[in-house]
């Protein structure tokens, strides 16, 4: 029995039984409440000590975790100070309540001197109203939101800022929210350079849509172009044969009045020529000269008519030997007036060999007919340059006045009057017809009273069209040199 039991069985407390008169036993009823009451006791004192024991238990359990938080507390706080993004707790007017190093590092500010200045200071003036925007929808809801402002250090220097912020977990009265805060810079720069970029592509695309028009348009013109010189072509193809068989036919029907006035003079000259004084005489062989002038004029015209014929004939032309034929054509003038000829190796070249012989003859005659006193000297040169080969024939005559240079070569002109060597005004021209048949050139160097020397130039054969190989065939035997 307890002791409370046993003094309230003393002094008869609340709820005891009465006291037995002296000499009686005890009521059973009431030793059973006593003992009911000591077994609740006792039960009582068990659990008692029972939560005793768990309070201590989850004492220590409660200390351990407190001291595991505090550890965990102090790395995510290292973390927090070390790590390379920054971070930043603002109130709702900006105002900086926390900041790590690398967002201290990032504004280029001191840690003492960060606190309680606000995260506007260090925003551009123009991306203030943005950023109080930012802050507004932050504070509005826990939801993650992003930012893009240009941000300004404290040593004046500007960086592209990309932020992201939430509230402050736990923080139900909204009072402040936490941003992240990265150096987007280079992204930026990226990004900006990529829209350059797609902004020159667009131009450039552009720029090659109105090429590709411009080039379609060109190419429609010179479509166009070609099949009006294609007709031109043949407009002048057949203007050129026109003017051939106008040439024949001229030149025909003139030949034959001009037989019969030659032959009618011989025949006046034997039946009646003794018969004639002096002055009637002269005139009957004025006629017959003025006759075989025209004759050459006719055969001249002819040949000029005809030296723009269609290329169809070039082929090689060993120029050494239309040398030959062109001086054994002029076999006769040459032993008449004693002329020298002498020559370089001439080269060969792509060319109508019929029109060679008669460019290389009607030079060659040229200048023995305009010699001075004594036998005519004539020498041909040749010379390579670039792409053309250039033949020169040097004479030593009579020579041309100035400014005559280029005149010399157009049709009926002659320098002379009727008391200077004959000539129909016709060879030079022919020359310079069948030069530019053959895409030539001709010119003339010459002093008055030192002779001349006439120039032409013809592409050489690689550029003429008929192919690298055409020098290997076989060139023509050479004529028979003249005496």
């Given at each position: 029995m307890s002791p409370a039991a046993r003094k309230t069985r003393k002094t008869g407390g609340a709820g005891a039984a009465p006291a037995s008169p002296p000499g009686r036993r005890p009521d059973a009823r009431a030793a059973a409440t006593v003992r009911r009451l000591e077994d609740?006791?006792?039960?009582?004192?068990?659990?008692?000590?029972?939560?005793?024991?768990?309070?201590?238990?989850?004492?220590?359990?409660?200390?351990?975790?407190?001291?595991?938080?505090?550890?965990?507390?102090?790395?995510?706080?290292?973390?927090?100070?070390?790590?390379?993004?920054?971070?930043?707790?603002?109130?709702?007017?900006?105002?900086?309540?926390?900041?790590?190093?690398?967002?201290?590092?990032?504004?280029?500010?001191?840690?003492?001197g960060l606190r309680q200045r606000t995260l506007a200071e260090f925003v551009v003036r123009a991306h203030r109203k943005d950023l109080r925007a930012y802050l507004e929808q932050c504070f509005a809801g826990d939801a993650v939101s992003f930012a893009e402002l240009w941000l300004q250090r404290a040593d004046g220097t500007r960086f592209h800022a990309l932020l992201q912020s939430r509230l402050t977990p736990g923080d139900v009265e909204r009072k402040s929210c936490r941003i992240s805060l990265w150096d987007n810079t280079e992204r930026w720069e990226a990004i900006e350079a990529l829209r350059a970029s797609e902004a020159r592509y667009h131009a450039l695309a552009n720029e090659l849509a109105r090429a590709r028009e411009e080039s379609d348009r060109r190419a429609a013109e010179a479509e166009s172009g070609r099949k009006r010189l294609e007709h031109s072509n043949r407009e002048l193809e057949r203007s050129n044969r026109d003017?051939?068989?106008?040439?024949?036919?001229?030149?025909?029907?003139?030949?034959?009045?001009?037989?019969?006035?030659?032959?009618?003079?011989?025949?006046?000259?034997?039946?009646?020529g003794a018969q004639l004084d002096?002055?009637?005489?002269?005139?009957?062989?004025?006629?017959?000269?003025?006759?075989?002038?025209?004759?050459?004029?006719?055969?001249?015209?002819?040949?000029?008519?005809?030296?723009?014929?269609?290329?169809?004939?070039?082929?090689?032309?060993?120029?050494?030997?239309?040398?030959?034929?062109?001086?054994?054509?002029?076999?006769?003038?040459?032993?008449?007036?004693?002329?020298?000829?002498?020559?370089?190796?001439?080269?060969?070249?792509?060319?109508?060999?019929?029109?060679?012989?008669?460019?290389?003859?009607n030079l060659v005659s040229n200048a023995i007919k305009f010699r001075r006193e004594g036998p005519p000297r004539i020498h041909l040169t040749a010379e390579t340059r670039r792409d053309e080969e250039i033949i020169g024939i040097r004479d030593e005559g009579i020579g041309i006045p100035p400014g005559q240079s280029e005149r010399i070569f157009q049709i009926f002109t002659r320098l002379h009057g009727r008391g200077g060597p004959e000539g129909t005004g016709i060879g030079l021209a022919i020359c310079r017809r069948i030069l530019e048949r053959h895409g030539g050139r001709i010119w003339v160097e010459s002093r008055p009273g030192k002779g001349s020397t006439f120039f032409f130039a013809l592409p050489r054969p690689a550029d003429s069209g008929l192919g690298p190989g055409f020098c290997e065939q076989t060139p023509p035997p050479p004529p028979p040199p003249p005496p």
């Open positions: 609740e006791l006792a039960g009582a004192a068990t659990e008692l000590a029972a939560l005793r024991s768990d309070y201590a238990s989850r004492r220590t359990a409660l200390d351990a975790r407190c001291a595991e938080m505090e550890v965990a507390r102090d790395r995510f706080e290292a973390l927090y100070d070390l790590s390379p993004t920054g971070f930043l707790t603002v109130a709702r007017d900006s105002v900086i309540l926390e900041a790590n190093t690398a967002a201290i590092e990032l504004l280029g500010a001191r840690r003492l003017l051939e068989q106008f040439a024949g036919i001229v030149a025909h029907d003139l030949r034959e009045p001009l037989r019969a006035i030659v032959g009618f003079s011989e025949l006046l000259r034997e039946r009646i002096a002055t009637s005489a002269g005139y009957l062989q004025h006629v017959g000269q003025a006759a075989a002038s025209m004759q050459r004029l006719l055969d001249d015209l002819l040949l000029f008519c005809r030296a723009d014929r269609p290329r169809n004939r070039l082929g090689v032309t060993d120029l050494n030997l239309a040398l030959g034929k062109a001086l054994l054509n002029l076999r006769a003038l040459v032993e008449e007036t004693a002329a020298a000829v002498s020559q370089e190796r001439l080269p060969t070249v792509a060319a109508d060999e019929t029109q060679m012989v008669q460019l290389l003859q």
